[in-house]
């Protein structure tokens, strides 16, 4: 049985820093590629980045770029996302997801986690 587990979300002022984590069990953790997303009450769920199986190639929305770092650490079956400079609207619901295809497209994954909170205040 697989399961996705996400941590590390919270109330933060803008400008400061979360670090989520992504934890995948049941699954061979380096046969998948990675992605983080997010929703926002009343609006569609959005791809924020992605990482390959390898963490060699990774990838940004554009709202985010240069602001939230992903990683991965194989040996530990964990997903990262340092997000750094964080703004109002950055508040969301934030979901990791495991699938066979590194992606921002969210039918492109076939795992997720139940989400975890980050609230950005002003």
């Known amino acids: 049985q697989v399961q996705v587990v996400e941590s590390g979300g919270g109330l933060v002022q803008a400008g400061g820093s979360l670090r989520l984590s992504c934890t995948a069990s049941?699954?061979?953790?380096?046969?998948?590629?990675m992605g983080w997303f997010r929703q926002a009450p009343g609006k569609e769920r959005e791809g924020v980045s992605c990482?390959?199986?390898?963490?060699?190639?990774?990838r940004y929305a554009d709202s985010v770029k240069g602001r939230f770092t992903i990683s991965r650490d194989n040996a530990k079956n964990t997903l990262y996302l340092q997000m750094n400079s964080l703004k109002p609207e950055d508040t969301a619901m934030y979901y990791c997801?495991?699938?066979?295809?590194?992606?921002?497209?969210?039918?492109?994954?076939?795992?997720w986690g139940q989400g975890t909170q980050v609230t950005v205040s002003s």
């Open positions: 049941g699954l061979t953790f380096d046969d998948y590629a």
């Open positions: 997801a495991a699938g066979p295809l590194v992606s921002l497209v969210a039918a492109r994954y076939n795992y």
């Open positions: 990482i390959s199986w390898s963490g060699d190639y990774t």
